[in-house]
C-alpha cells in the first residue's frame, strides 16, 4: 500500500496549513468539530454549501430516487454488456477531471453489477523512462478494449495534457508532440472499430477543497491525499488553462469530450451512466427508463462550457456508437470493421501498431497509422 505510506507521512499540521490558507484565498474558513469532521464555512459562520457553487440544481439528489435510478441503469448496463459480447463491439470509456472530481466513484458505479469478463478498469501507473516521447501512447495500446470488451480508463493518455504539464513531469516537446498526435491516433482508434467516449468531470475549486478536508480528517480516505494532489490545489488556474488547450485541440467529432458537472456525485454517477446508454440501441432497452442524460448536468463542451465561448471551436454532437439489432448482430455503425478475438485482454503481440508523427515545422499535418490486424499464422 504505498498509497497509504506516502499519506502517512505528510506532515499533518503543514497540511492543514495548506487547506487553511487555500480556504482564506476562497475567502472561507475550515470548522474543525469535536467528532472529527471538518467543513467549510462562511465570515458569519454558516456552511459554505460549496457543492452548490454554479450547480444548476438547488437540492442533491436523494439517496432513495438515486438509489432506484442506480439500479435501474446498471440492469441496463448489463444489457448493453450483453449486446457488446454477443457482437464483438469494442467500447473505451475515458474518465478524466481534475483530483476528487468523482471519477473513481462513478466507475465503480459502472461496474460493480457488470460480469468482470467483460468489463475492466485501466489505471496505469506513471509511464516509466522507456515509455517517455514517442512511447507515450503506445504504452496504452496493450490495454484497448478486445473484441466484446468494455473498457474504462481510470485517467488516460490524458495524464500528460494535465499533471505532467503542469507539473513539469515531460518536456516541452513531449507536451506538444502529444497534442499533436492524440487527434489521428483516436481518430484511427475510432476507424478501426473502438467506440471511444470520453467524460471530464467538471469539480467547482471550493467544492474540491472540501472534498480535499473530507481526505484528510478521514483515515480511510487519507490513502488519496498525495503531495502531487496537494500541490494541484495551489496551481488551479494553471490546470484550468491545460484544461483548455486540452479541450481545443482533442474535442473532435469522432471522440467528443462529455462534460459532466460533479459538485453533485450521485447525480454525476447516474447521468454519466444515462448518457453512455443513451448513445446505444441493444437489445430489451427501456428506453422509458434511459431517456437521456439531463443537459444541465452532462453535455458537450458547448453545452457545458468550461471557458467562454470566444475561446473554443465547433464540434459536432457525438454519434451514437452501436445500432445493435434485436438479434444480437450489428447494424452498419461507426462499429464496422471490428477485430474478432475471443481474448480477454490485447496480448503484446496482438495490440495495435502506432507510428507517432514528428510535429511538423512548417505547420503541415502529418499522418499516423494504426493497424490491430491480426498477425499471419
Not at 502517512?8 to 482564506?24: M, S
Not at 478494449?145 to 481510470?154: I, K, N, R, T, Y
Not at 495524464?159 to 499533436?180: D, S, T
Request: charged share 25%; hydrophobic share 40%; with cysteine.
Amino acid at each position: 500500500m504505498a498509497g497509504l505510506d506516502v499519506a502517512q507521512q505528510l506532515p499533518d499540521a503543514d497540511t492543514c496549513a495548506l487547506l487553511d490558507r487555500l480556504a482564506a484565498e476562497l475567502g472561507l474558513s475550515v470548522a474543525r468539530k469535536k467528532n472529527g469532521r471538518s467543513i467549510l464555512i462562511r465570515a458569519d459562520g454558516t456552511d459554505a454549501a460549496p457543492w452548490q457553487e454554479n450547480y444548476p440544481y438547488a437540492e442533491r439528489l436523494a439517496k432513495k430516487p438515486y438509489g432506484l435510478a442506480k439500479r435501474s441503469l446498471q440492469i441496463e448496463l448489463l444489457k448493453l454488456q450483453r449486446s457488446v459480447k454477443a457482437s464483438g463491439d469494442r467500447v473505451l470509456i475515458i474518465f478524466e477531471g481534475r483530483d476528487a472530481a468523482g471519477k473513481g466513484g462513478t466507475i465503480r458505479r459502472f461496474t460493480e453489477n457488470l460480469n468482470p469478463r467483460g468489463a475492466r478498469i485501466v489505471a496505469l501507473e506513471k509511464p516509466a523512462a522507456h515509455e517517455q516521447g514517442e512511447n507515450y501512447l503506445r504504452r496504452y495500446l496493450p490495454h484497448l478494449p478486445a473484441a466484446g470488451e468494455l473498457v474504462m480508463f481510470d485517467r488516460s493518455w490524458y495524464n500528460r495534457a494535465g499533471v505532467e504539464q503542469v507539473m513539469g513531469f515531460c518536456q516541452p516537446q513531449e507536451y506538444a508532440q502529444f497534442l499533436h498526435d492524440t487527434p489521428d491516433f483516436e481518430r484511427q482508434l475510432v476507424n478501426d472499430g473502438i467506440t471511444v467516449i470520453k467524460f471530464w468531470f467538471s469539480v467547482t475549486r471550493a467544492e474540491q477543497l472540501r472534498r480535499f478536508i473530507d481526505r484528510q480528517v478521514d483515515p480511510v480516505k487519507r490513502w488519496k491525499l498525495s503531495p502531487i494532489d496537494l500541490a494541484s490545489l495551489d496551481k488551479w488556474d494553471e490546470y484550468t488553462r491545460a484544461k483548455e488547450a486540452m479541450f481545443r485541440h482533442t474535442d473532435l467529432p469522432e471522440a467528443p469530450w462529455t462534460i459532466v458537472k460533479s459538485n453533485d456525485k450521485r447525480r454525476a454517477r447516474v447521468e454519466a451512466m444515462r448518457y453512455v446508454l443513451s448513445l446505444a440501441d441493444y437489445r430489451d432497452k427501456r428506453h422509458d427508463l434511459v431517456g437521456q442524460p439531463d443537459p444541465l448536468i452532462a453535455g458537450p463542451v458547448l453545452a457545458l462550457p468550461e471557458f467562454g465561448p470566444d475561446e473554443c471551436e465547433v464540434v459536432l454532437p457525438p454519434v451514437p456508437f452501436s445500432r445493435i439489432a434485436h438479434n444480437g448482430q450489428s447494424s452498419t455503425s461507426v462499429l464496422q470493421g471490428r477485430r474478432k478475438t475471443s481474448s480477454r485482454t490485447t496480448s503484446p503481440a496482438d495490440a495495435p501498431v502506432w507510428v507517432p508523427a514528428a510535429v511538423p515545422s512548417g505547420g503541415a499535418v502529418a499522418t499516423v497509422a494504426i493497424s490491430t490486424a491480426l498477425p499471419a499464422g
